[in-house]
């Protein structure tokens, strides 16, 4: 059965939703990225998209760090003039006080598993994602530029492995390099499980903090190794929601044509990876899994355990 990609490189994003959960901030959670590809192929007649792939070649989070302390604090950003809503002052432009909010700036290739795009609607598809982009946000973020999308069509399971010579995911790797594919590390979150490291919350900490190790110094002052748990660039990301109550009606939904439910957002943890390291582009993307039995809606990354050491 043939397969089919689209690779859309160098998404540069300015003011992107840095805070993915209640507890993490610093890069979008998952279920933004994977709910862009949802809003393409909502807009785009043909486009039916059943995984996605993140690589980010650049991100600036919108803080500053204390260099003596090493916390951050938001940077804050002005918001422009909009007429007031209050009944006080009835169509008076008014601007919001300074807001902190976490924000990023990304530069992002977006690789897109496609199911059967019929031959003779490939390139309206590919003329109509560039007439999309611009009108849609990412992460909450506007898109300033982005390169020439990019089909591919794979006929063979060597054309999606790039360990092949002439596999066309050569070409992929090609496209999007330099760069780190952001790949699920829930391997790391059950050992820790099994060991009895608390929590999920608990885990993760452990996973993304340093042991200072006191180092032989002078009398006055002593030097300090820092030694992390586990190597890599580990981060923790939101990548689905846990429905808590069922369905409901509220007063003020947004819609009652749809069900109404209040959900927690679940976090992991992730790693970014240099693409090359793995041995096929399904190492590196993520899929909707929906779970009746723990009423959660998830994104979930395809097994990457035959990623190169």
């Not at 809003?39 to 760090?65: C, D, K, P």
């Not at 909010?101 to 977006?110: G, I, P």
């Not at 611009?134 to 992460?139: D, E, K, V």
């Not at 947004?254 to 679940?266: G, K, T």
Request: glycine share 6%; charged share 25%; with cysteine.
């Amino acid at each position: 059965m043939d397969r089919q990609f689209i690779v859309i490189p160098h998404i540069r994003v300015t003011g992107a939703n840095a805070l993915n959960s209640l507890y993490s901030a610093g890069f979008p959670a998952m279920t933004a990225f994977l709910g862009f590809g949802h809003t393409l192929e909502r807009n785009i007649h043909g486009l039916q998209v059943t995984g996605v792939g993140v690589v980010v070649h650049q991100s600036e989070f919108q803080a500053v760090r204390d260099g003596y302390s090493r916390t951050w604090a938001l940077k804050a950003k002005k918001f422009p003039l909009v007429k007031a809503r209050s009944q006080s002052y009835p169509g008076e432009a008014v601007s919001d006080s300074f807001q902190v909010r976490a924000y990023v700036d990304l530069d992002v290739s977006l690789i897109f598993e496609c199911s059967d795009i019929p031959t003779d609607a490939r390139d309206s598809v590919m003329k109509s994602i560039e007439e999309n982009l611009y009108r849609t946000r990412l992460a909450g973020g506007d898109i300033t530029s982005f390169r020439k999308p990019k089909a591919f069509f794979c006929s063979s399971d060597d054309d999606v492995c790039w360990q092949e010579q002439n596999a066309l995911c050569r070409k992929m790797m090609r496209s999007i390099m330099p760069g780190f594919a952001l790949v699920e590390r829930r391997d790391i979150m059950d050992s820790l499980a099994k060991d009895g490291k608390g929590d999920a919350l608990d885990r993760i900490m452990y996973a993304t903090s340093a042991d200072a190790i006191p180092e032989q110094g002078s009398k006055e002052k002593t030097a300090y190794r820092f030694e992390r748990h586990f190597k890599g660039w580990l981060l923790p990301l939101a990548v689905g929601f846990h429905d808590l109550s069922g369905s409901v009606t509220v007063k003020g939904q947004r819609s009652y044509d749809a069900e109404h439910h209040f959900a927690e957002p679940l976090l992991t943890l992730c790693e970014f990876r240099m693409p090359h390291r793995f041995e096929s582009v399904d190492n590196i993307l993520w899929h909707y899994k929906y779970d009746a039995g723990q009423h959660s809606y998830l994104c979930v990354n395809s097994d990457f355990h035959t990623e190169k050491e």
